[in-house]
């Protein structure tokens, strides 16, 4: 959807904002490729808070008040709290704003992609690292847009709050106590920016308003265990394994509608089947002639909005419900992210960016589809604000090794989001 756009001219303070990000150009490819080079895989957590001990001192140079939150009780590392004050008092310097990110990856100690590079043949717009396009680059394209409202001399008439967790690739449980510190924040803000990779199509850069979300499910099945000849008798029943295949063939052909994909990643059944302590494989057992009394399987399922999810976890509980003869099965959802859904208030946010991007000089920037996001962390946020989804750095590949961010947008990011905020700020 490319949403209509208004033409404006940059103020003298908005054009000091874009020279001062043109300035810092060479500053920010280098804290980025810093950043990079500290593996902050999220259950590395002393390389976590190695990662907020670079960002704290920035963020408190710019005159925010920041507080560390260990999260030691759900095995986590910690969030970075800042918070940048009105100083005419709460509500009164404008939109109050919510900044959110993460400081952790999903490239663990274990991974064989650890360092910064630039990408051969590229011109050195290309570079590649752990982290580097989700999101060690929004973290920087966030600093330099902060700082060039800090010399612009508009920083200090803005009220903004930044939660960076130090869980997004793997949230500790309960979300309740991993998300409080993002959650609260929300309740006393307007307008969320979260600062994870945009998506740039065919050379073309999008804005987005929503995210599906991502709920990770579980199914066991039973069955009676015996000779292999006496499948299917009314004695001896299906079997586990008939049952699980039964389930998944019928979310295949049952379940599919607009919106909505929903996988089976991992299987097990026989004799036996124990998953790993980390849920990443397991062990089964049995034998060509016994038939099977346990099975499982693992998956996930992404809807568009909350009500999605209810009705469809519900057809698939119904589903499972229709056992074979002499077998049992149970499925369980764990908690996980919400949906985003797309709201009146998500269409308002990007006029108001193509306004920025008018004053620029840039392109308006179209919608993206919901489908072609995962799930991230303003989706608990989303309840209590309206907000803009990914609106850092671009890049491509994100959670795979080889992962890329294109450096020229640094400085256009940093320019929307500067602009941006501090047209919010005068905003009421």
Known sequence: MLLAQTTSKLSPSESTMVQSVDAQNGAAIALLERLVDINSGTMNLPGVVAVKDVV????????????????????????????????????????????????????????????????????????????????????????????????????????????????????????????????????????ALEFEPGVRLKGVDTASISRRSSTSWKIETTGKSGHSSQIFSERMGDGAIYELARIIEAFRAELPEPGLTFNVGLVLGGATAVLDADKLGGVATGKANVVPPVGLALGDLRTLDDAQTARVEATMQAIVAKHLPQTGATMIFDESYPAMPVTEAGHGLVRKLNGVNASLGYPAMAELDPMLRGAGDIAFVAPYVSGLVGVGVMGEGAHAEGEIAFLDSIASQAKRNALLMYRLSLEK
């Open 56 to 191: 704290a001192p920035q963020l408190e140079a710019l005159g925010f008040k920041i507080r560390w939150v260990p999260m030691d009780e759900v095995h986590r590392a910690g969030d970075l709290v800042a918070v940048h004050d009105c100083p005419a008092g709460t509500g009164k310097c404008g939109e109050r704003l919510l900044l959110i990110g993460h400081m952790d990856t999903v490239f663990e100690t274990t991974s064989a992609f650890q360092k910064y590079s630039v990408v051969p043949g590229t011109n050195g717009n290309t570079v590649t690292g752990p982290g580097v396009n989700d999101m060690k680059g929004g973290l920087v394209v966030m600093l330099t847009a902060l700082r060039a409202m800090q010399v612009a001399k508009v920083l200090d008439h803005a009220e903004i709050r930044i939660v960076l967790s130090g869980d997004e690739e793997r949230h500790g449980d309960p979300v309740s106590i991993s998300r409080r510190d993002m959650v609260d924040a929300a309740k006393q803000s307007d307008v």
